[in-house]
């Protein structure tokens, strides 16, 4: 049988946002979806025993009647039973309640849909307990019968069983992945029902919980930490059946999703409450006092206002929590700690999000930590990046907290505190946590270690020397250190022997141990290292040479160890040991790889960690159904990509095709890799043709407009160009049979074991490479800085500065003495018109993980001194971004932004390492026998075309954009080549001899501060 694969699911459960969005905002519509899911979720799992309880009663009584009567009867099942009324299928189906107007089942319903699906979902509420009231939060009357007619349609085209899924969590997974959509485009609001996976998940491990635990969310949202710490009780081989969870929350949207959250999820044994936890905590014991719980996690809304005297009201009644005071302003955030602290069972751990603000302010707050600080409560502070939350761009923390007098003797009067401030991937709209930053911050949380700029151990009683602040950044300054400046090697030049010292060993790491290869010592100053004759620049490009036997060694290791873990892998799999398998190959990575010397054991740790959330859904699917599933379920992904169905898609049917870029990026997957690498090779010949083919069209086309060609060229290569995409478009369609047919080879050839671990140790051995490439860049980025620095000295530019002024005086005074001047009456043409091709905005897509793809320029780049490489964020390395990939000398534009920023050029220079443009800016490649490209940054950066440009630029919410159209329609002067070549020298003359007097200047302050230091008293850095 052909399972549903993860990606369908989820593309299916998303096409149904897709037939509400645009009528109603999403936190309208989500409701109705999840309710919807959840009445399909559950008849289908119904069905069959309701059907397998019938035909029991029939064959043993024979009466029909009594056997229709037994399937009916709710005690006839252990799980959730399913009323006639709440029934998917087709009917007709008997109501008890109402025997002369049988049910047609849901899928059936054609006219009043809204008030059917309301009373479906209100009987299944009243048949089950554990559904009480949560017909009380959707009205799906509110939606027209035609959208709905549309929704029922398009969940009727999957059945939604364990056994139709390719691993029986799957439901579950999707679900957290549309909650996720949800709230992305929620905003700002999404923050108040949804955390971040990768944050939760953190979490979670910070407080390891255990089969008998009782786990408790005081504003449990949707209940994505309730579920994570089920799951992560699962994956460590315990019965999470013997986990109770228990949440409450105010907002009676998000119970309601976090009631359906826990049941598609399967679980049972939970206990969701609706009302505010501070004014009316409900999970109280028999007696109606507070309950404790052993472990706490939560996320509540950050600075919320709370009533005190129905706080007090609250403590009166059901015991006293807020132990250490009435926190500033009547802001909630310290009130919830002290809540949770409250509720801890003996032994028990908390792990709670917080803004930074109540660590550090001062009156009622701060008596707060003083109290938590003396009863020893605080255990460990952790700081985390920006924009990590959907309601807050502000970066937050997370705070671990115990009983009082609770800790571990080790632990006893002392707090942690981990700045992971700068670790997280940036994204467009939000940031993420990676596998790898929260390994670390749990491996350092686990093993309570202390490290430089990152992790460090205070005392309670210094902290309360300290008016109790918490702040990470006052106890971990994790800023980067200032770059040492040696006053002496920027007076004469040279690198000092302690700055190469102090790096020394990254350069042995990748097996450079002669320093001699890459600088040249001075026999006369053995304190000092010169660059040698063929120049820095040479000599970092030469690194990579230099560093490919060590970098051949690991990976060669690597494969041997592959090669003898991989069925190991397997068998751990089918035996459902996840976390054995995990830590053997964390183990064997670290032992193996780690042996080589050139990664360390915490990027190797992150490496797995990114490689096992990458790929822990295909290796539950493994553990499912082997290899074989693996791969029929990494195929459908791809077809599901490729050939979306057109149900699936939209309302009402409409054909829904798969962009070129989604197709690419599906031919770019591993296992087509893997599978048809031929195939793939002849499309990368088609591409290329069809770029050069499209190439000569259009030079073809120039060539008639300026009559020195004929229609005969401009035919025959038209036809070419219409040749060549025809190719493409064939290759295209053969594409899936293609790869279908050889997985069904693999399979016929008992290779799929082969092909699936294949694919899973390319990942995992791409990931390492991705890191070594990454160190080996840090290495060229430090002779680079070296050479910046004291490659040229204050002699050289003062020496420089008088050259440049001397050139530049040449040229005026030859022009003004001669008579001649520019000549400004040059025609004036489109900018559009000197270009090679129709310029477009840059990538816009996904990011990944920063060790892998290339990485795309930030806006910072483009600035008035030129250009700077300073990366965005990293993207796939696969066909659509080959598509920006920039090239030495490509013209940039920026069309969004700041003031200036906003329409300013300039040109690319190789930043060593392959990168592409952002969709905020464009890239314009001019005709050489029509406009240098040298004249056309000058041009563009002239002071009349940017008045020109600024009366296009539109401002929306503070933020400036430039449309491309915009750009290629700007006015510029068109002179001669020659003339042009002119411009560009006087440009440059100008341009250095500014840089000269840059570069003079700033050597004159280095040597400024650290001599003005020493005769202070002040020490310079590194022989000042």
Not at 455 to 480: F, I, K, M, Q, T
Not at 571 to 585: A, I, P
Not at 670 to 687: G, K, N, Q, W
Not at 749 to 756: H, R
Request: include cysteine.
């Amino acid at each position: 049988m052909t399972r549903i694969s993860l990606s369908q699911l989820e593309r299916h459960l998303f096409a149904a946002a897709d037939i509400l969005r645009g009528r109603m905002d999403v936190s309208a519509y989500q409701s109705h979806l999840l309710g919807m899911l959840f009445l399909k979720r559950s008849s289908d799992e119904f069905q069959p025993q309701w059907h397998s309880v019938h035909d029991e009663a029939l064959a043993r009584t024979g009466d029909r009647a009594e056997a229709l009567a037994r399937a009916d009867d709710p005690d006839s099942y252990r799980d959730l039973y399913v009323p006639p009324r709440a029934r998917w299928w087709a009917g007709p189906h008997h109501d008890p309640y109402r025997p002369d107007s049988p049910a047609p089942g849901l899928s059936q319903l054609t006219g009043n849909v809204g008030e059917a699906l309301d009373q479906a979902l209100a009987a299944l509420a009243d048949a089950n307990d554990t559904l009480a009231g949560i017909g009380d939060w959707i009205a799906f009357g509110e939606i027209p019968d035609t959208e709905l007619r549309s929704l029922v349609r398009h969940f009727s085209l999957y059945r939604l069983r364990n056994e139709d899924f390719a691993f029986p969590e799957m439901l579950g997974a999707a679900y957290e992945y549309l909650l996720g959509r949800f709230a992305d485009s929620a905003g700002q609001r999404g923050g108040e029902f949804h955390t971040p996976r990768e944050v939760v998940r953190m979490m979670v491990q910070l407080v390891d919980p255990r089969p008998g635990d009782t786990v408790y969310d005081p504003c449990a949202g949707t209940g994505g930490m309730l579920v994570e710490a089920r799951e992560y009780v699962s994956e460590h081989d315990g019965d999470p059946h013997q986990l109770m969870l228990c949440g409450q929350d105010a907002n009676g949207s998000s119970w309601f999703m976090g009631t359906m959250n826990m049941l598609l999820h399967n679980v049972r044994e939970f206990e969701l409450k609706h009302g505010d936890t501070l004014v009316d905590p409900q999970h109280l014991d028999r007696h109606g006092r507070l309950r404790k719980f052993t472990k706490v996690l939560s996320n509540p809304p950050f600075s919320l206002h709370y009533d005190p005297e129905l706080v007090s009201k609250a403590d009166t009644e059901h015991g006293e929590r807020m132990h250490w005071g009435w926190a500033t302003g009547s802001r909630a955030d310290l009130m919830y700690v002290q809540h949770m602290v409250s509720v801890l069972a003996e032994g028990g751990i908390a792990a709670t999000v917080m803004p930074h603000g109540p660590l550090f302010r001062g009156g009622a707050d701060r008596l707060i930590r003083e109290g938590l600080l003396r009863d020893d409560v605080v255990e460990a502070v952790i700081g985390l990046g920006p924009n990590l939350f959907h309601h807050t761009g502000i970066s937050a923390c997370v705070v671990v907290l115990r009983r009082p007098g609770s800790k571990s003797p080790e632990r006893a009067g002392n707090v942690l505190f981990i700045n992971a401030g700068r670790d997280y991937v940036a994204g467009r709209a939000q940031n993420e946590l990676d596998p790898e930053h929260s390994e670390r911050i749990v491996e350092t949380f686990v093993r309570w270690r202390e490290q430089p700029d990152y992790a460090r151990v205070v005392g309670v009683d210094e902290l309360l020397g300290a008016d109790a602040n918490l702040s990470v950044g006052r106890w971990v300054d994790a800023s980067p250190p200032a770059e040492p400046q040696n006053v002496r090697a920027h007076l004469y030049g040279g690198v000092p022997a302690s700055e190469i010292s102090a790096v020394a060993h990254r350069f042995h790491r990748y097996g450079i141990e002669d320093l001699g290869t890459i600088l040249a010592e001075r026999k006369d100053d053995p304190d000092y290292y010169g660059f040698l004759a063929e120049g820095a620049e040479a000599t970092a490009a030469r690194i990579p040479e230099l560093t490919a036997a060590r970098e051949q060694g690991l990976r060669e290791a690597y494969d041997y160890w592959w090669l003898q873990f991989a069925p190991t892998l397997i068998e751990l799999v089918l035996q459902h040991d996840l976390m054995t398998l995990r830590g053997s190959l964390t183990d064997g990575v670290i032992a193996t790889v780690g042996g080589v010397g050139m990664l360390d054991e915490d990027v190797l740790s992150g490496i797995v960690a990114d490689w096992w959330t990458a790929h822990r859904y295909d290796l539950k699917v493994l553990a499912t159904g082997g290899c074989e599933r693996v791969l029929q379920d990494w195929v459908a992904s791809i077809e599901a990509v490729v050939e979306p169905s057109a149900a699936a898609g939209s309302a009402g049917g409409k054909t829904v095709r798969a962009t070129a870029a989604e197709r690419r990026r599906a031919m770019d997957r591993p296992v087509v890799r893997r599978l048809i690498p031929a195939f793939l090779a002849d499309v990368t010949a088609a591409d290329r043709a069809l770029t050069a083919a499209k190439a000569a069209y259009e030079t073809a086309q120039d060539a008639t407009e300026e009559a020195t060609g004929t229609g005969t060229d401009v035919g025959l290569r038209k036809r070419e160009r219409l040749s060549a995409a025809r190719l493409l478009r064939e290759l295209d369609q053969h594409f899936l049979p293609s790869l279908r047919a050889a997985a069904e080879q693999a399979v016929a050839q008992g290779a799929v074991d082969e092909v699936v671990l294949a694919v899973l140790g390319q990942d995992l051995a791409d990931q390492l490479d991705a890191a070594v490439a990454a160190g080996r860049t840090e290495l060229i980025a430090t002779l680079r800085t070296w050479a910046q620095k004291y490659a040229v000295s204050l002699a050289d530019t003062k020496r420089e500065s008088m050259e440049a002024d001397r050139a530049l005086s040449a040229l005026l005074v030859d022009r003004i003495t001669s008579g001649e001047v520019f000549d400004s009456s040059w025609p004036t043409v489109p900018l559009g018109s000197v270009l090679r091709s129709r310029p477009s905005r840059g990538y816009g897509g996904r990011s990944v993980p920063e060790r892998t793809g290339v990485f795309t320029l930030g806006m910072g780049s483009i600035t008035a001194e030129g250009f700077v490489p300073r990366p965005l964020k990293h993207v796939p390395d696969d066909a659509v971004t080959r598509q920006f990939r920039l090239v030495d000398g490509d013209l940039l534009v920026g069309l969004v932004g700041v003031g200036e920023q906003v329409g300013r050029a300039m040109r690319y220079r190789d930043a060593g390492e392959p990168c592409v443009y952002p969709h905020e800016m464009m890239c314009l490649r001019t005709d050489a026998r029509k406009c240098l490209p040298e004249y056309a940054e000058v041009v563009l950066s002239s002071e009349r075309v940017r008045q020109w440009i600024r009366t296009r630029v539109q401002t929306a919410a503070g933020v400036m954009r430039l449309s491309p159209a915009s750009v290629t329609e700007c006015p510029i002067p068109l002179p001669p080549l020659s003339e042009q070549a002119q411009v560009v020298a006087a440009q440059h003359a100008f341009e250095r001899r500014a840089k000269a007097l840059r570069d003079e200047l700033a050597k004159l302050r280095v040597v400024r501060r650290g001599v003005l230091g020493n005769l202070l008293g002040e020490p310079f850095p590194e022989g000042g």
